[in-house]
């Protein structure tokens, strides 16, 4: 965390749980509470008329609850991040809560031992969530590394078609030649590609046209990417049949940016992907071309890019020249 002034604003109708807060946050001093309020009516104005950089926000609140107040904050602050803290541990609450515009959850009872991490996670871009309810909202983000296309979209068929087949969904992002193709061979999979268009359990979309609904100065704007990424799943998940199914999402957001040279970007939308995928109980393959790692500075960004991945898919060893 920084040495500039963080301007927080504490948001809970619990008041010795906000001198709680108060309390912890004395051990970082860039960390500045410029106001308390206790109902959600409250945050929101205070909110907008104070635009702070960090929102701690309860959900049980009176008068409006944590989850809608934190939406209608991410209309009139859209510069402050949120980070709920609340005894809620249901996995519902936690996805609802997130795709409200938060940007991490602590639970209150992990509190003491999560609050600053969070804090310093979410005020850098990351997701954050207590580790307590890892398990209910597991996930898998993987990457597969490819030297020519049709190895990527071989394993970009094979992992849409398994969703589709099982009930599932599937969203895919990536350029129209590449979309072109997927299609192609989900039919040649025996999958009926207009059908699952028309039911909305296969969305596929531009990756140039994706990029630019939440792209700031060159960087990915996390609540900007929250908002569509999330609204995106959110929509697709209700086509989903059979308790066991479940959302995927492939394609070469991240990808694009680094054959860019924007490496830096393309890391930070790994990990805004990385937190979707947890909160939304969803997997996640990602493509990458072998040309974009040569060199030493090559093989230091694929180091990189390994690192926000649970996987890589399928199981390859990588040599970068």
């Not at 809560?97 to 009872?109: D, I, M, T």
Request: contains cysteine.
């Amino acid at each position: 965390m920084g040495t500039s002034s963080v301007r927080v604003l504490v948001v809970d109708d619990f008041e010795p749980f906000r001198r709680f807060i108060l309390s912890t946050l004395q051990d970082r001093p860039e960390l500045q509470v410029i106001c308390e309020v206790s109902d959600g009516l409250e945050a929101i104005a205070q909110a907008e008329k104070l635009q702070p950089d960090l929102i701690l926000l309860d959900i049980g609140l009176p008068k409006l609850n944590g989850i809608e107040a934190g939406r209608q904050i991410s209309k009139v602050a859209p510069q402050s991040k949120i980070l709920f803290l609340s005894q809620e541990s249901s996995a519902d609450v936690v996805r609802e809560a997130l795709g409200s515009g938060g940007q991490g959850y602590v639970l209150k009872a992990q509190a003491q031992k999560d609050l600053l991490t969070a804090v310093e996670a979410v005020l850098q871009g990351k997701q954050f969530v207590s580790n307590a309810l890892a398990g209910r909202l597991s996930s898998c983000h993987a990457v597969q590394f490819f030297s020519d296309d049709a190895l990527l979209l071989d394993g970009f068929t094979r992992f849409i078609a398994g969703s589709l087949k099982a009930g599932g969904a599937a969203v895919f992002i990536a350029t129209e030649a590449h979309r072109d193709s997927i299609c192609r061979r989900l039919q040649a999979h025996g999958l009926d590609v207009r059908a699952a268009r028309e039911r909305g359990s296969f969305v596929s979309l531009d990756v140039a046209d994706v990029l630019s609904t939440f792209m700031v100065g060159g960087l990915p704007e996390p609540s900007r990417f929250f908002e569509v990424a999330s609204g995106l799943v959110s929509a697709t998940t209700k086509t989903v049949k059979g308790e066991h199914s479940r959302v995927v999402a492939c394609g070469e957001c991240a990808p694009v940016l680094l054959a860019q040279g924007k490496a830096d970007a393309a890391i930070r939308l790994e990990q805004l992907w990385d937190g979707l995928a947890r909160t939304h109980d969803m997997d996640i393959l990602c493509g990458y071309a072998m040309r974009c790692f040569r060199g030493e500075e090559g093989r230091h960004i694929l180091r990189k890019i390994r690192a926000e991945h649970s996987a890589v898919h399928p199981q390859q060893v990588l040599e970068v020249r």
